[in-house]
């Protein structure tokens, strides 16, 4: 018997993945009390989990014909992108400051994706713009417009 | 003719000018691959906080239609529909603009577009009051069903597999469980501080819709997607009037297909357009020029998919069974302001209701003004490079997000959503059922709860839920569109695995 392809393994680690989350849904619905707030999780817990295996089953019999899972080659391109919004969201809007954070993140990100050539002055400069204006419209709509305190911690 | 009462109230300084920046907002935000109206639209919504309800709405529907028809301008220019609903559009679009007739096809395609729009709205001007007044008739159990009926029939419809369009509904529907339960005040599912409060409807849409699109946009890696624009001549718009007056069978097919699927829960713009597109060359005499520019082509797309609009609204001011992913954001932007659609909305709200209304209505003309100045500034605003594209997408997501409530919980809830959905999607499962779950999932939840009680103290549970003309009714057309999607599905599949055999 050979190993399943990549984009089969995915199909089954994903849907087992959603699988397990719909049989701890129900789980958790059928045996959490008061009961009377659980009635309508029930009903839901009931289909999702019956759709989740019935999703389940079929990856692991290769019969998924929708969804083409993500290549390596994707995968290795948002990687980066991902990391970088992952530690600007649960890390350094609160811990830095949002206005500082986004500005690193905003730079960062544009650095890792701009298709421009690293080693021209041109671009560095071309995405320090971008960067600024940006960051200035960001203040002027949410600190100056909509009156938005965000989290200023260490820096601004 | 209530709504004429209120036409003055479109024309106040700050409710016009909201109308004109969404407009043209709109335009250059449409003509923007990769932001697709449901994403535009998602993304305005904190921008709406602090504005009163109906000039919030303005902006909103504003920006609605005009990111359809703005797609339309980088179709033509740069062979890349701006949304989905403008797929059909490029087929001879682009070809146009190829042979030098661009300008053309941007005049005769906002001019289908404001035509279809305008026929699309006064639809919804007049079957909106008589179907919020038969919606007065519905109980508890018919809302009940009517709620999962908007699951459903999104789920189906707008999937390619029936069985993951169901499930994403299904998470949608769990989703809108966790936090305290109203009755009891019992704890569900917080299995994280941030979700103490429930999950916040606007934060999960923008992270539902935005973050995929950014996260794609990471996936596409370092390369040049800067597509060329083709350089537009001048053309008089007389000329395409002239033309608009010419291709009349082709601008009546495409506003009565957009109108009849705009009504249809679940089906969005890109459908109405391929299937205008392709009734008009069933029709056509000339049907051998399809898809060699042939202007014909563009009016029916682009008549189609903007009449969709004004419809796609009808199910969701009455039923609040949104029409598209769009609408359903809609329908959180009208949550976050107290109002409820239906009978309720026209009774109590109707400045609200009809300013709104109306205000599609202008805004279908100023659509159609602008477009052409605009048209453009939007082609060049669609050669943005996706590396900026989505740090910009990004960083409004977060900032929007946080403005809900000032909660760093409701980010990362945002967060964690897109995360997640960018997984799914790749999967094959979609955001727009798990969106209608988790919009709808309160107002079912909410029913069968008052049901259950009624029920109890009269026939029992299943009398109640499942007798009744309009239960059987509803439970009906619930079945009806599973199984026509998995029908559908299950022959889409067969004829694909005939033409890969002959290949």
Redesign the interface.
Known sequence: MSAPSLPRL??IV??GI?AA?GVV?AY?SYT???S??????R???T??VV??L??FA?ACLGW???????SG???A??L???VV??I???WA??GVG?YTA?TI??FI??S????APHMALKSWVKRII?TAG?MAV?YG??AKL??????REVFF | MEFLFYMGDVFTPINFGLLLLGTIGGLILGATPGLSPTMAVALLI??T??LEAAQGLILLGAAYTSTVAGGAVSAILLKIPGAPANIATTLDGHTMAQKGQGAKALQISFLASAVGGVFGVLLLIFLTPVLAQWALAFGPSHLFWLAILGVTVIGSLD???V??G??SG??G??LA?IGF?D??G?Q??IFHPALGGGINIIAALIGLFAIPQ??T?????????GAEVIKVQKHPISGAFRELMRSKRALGIGTATGSIIGLIPGVGGQIAGLVAYDQSKKFSPDREKFGTGHSEGVIAAESANNAMVGPSLVPLLTLSIPGSPTAAVLLGGLLIHGIFPGSDLFDNHPDVAWTFINSMLIGQILMCIFGLYVAGLAARVAQV????M???V???A??GS??VQ?S?GD??VM?SLG?MMY???????SAAPLVLGLILGPI??AN??QG?MIANATDGMAPYFLGGRLNILLIGVVVASILYSGYMELRT?RYTSKEEIIA
């Open positions: 995915q199909h994903g849907s959603v989350v849904v958790i959490q009390q008061p009377e707030a659980f009635l309508f999780p009903l839901i817990a289909v999702f759709l989740a019935w999703t079929k998924t014909k929708v969804g083409n899972g993500i080659r994707q995968f391109n948002l980066p992108g991902l919004a992952l600007y969201i649960f809007a609160k949002f986004t993140a905003f990100l544009l890792l994706y701009d298709p971008i940006f960001m709509l949410f909509l009156n938005v305190y965000t989290p | 904190p921008f906080f602090q999937s390619k597999s069985v993951k169901l499930l299904c998470i529907l769990w469980t339960d009755i009891m019992a569900r599912f950014v996260i946009m990471f996936a596409k890696g370092r390369h040049n997607d490079p996706q590396s900026v989505a740090a910009v990004l960083g409004l977060v900032f946080y403005s000032s760093m980010v990362y967060a995360v997984f799914l999607e790749r999967f094959g499962f079912a939840e069968f709860i259950s599949r």
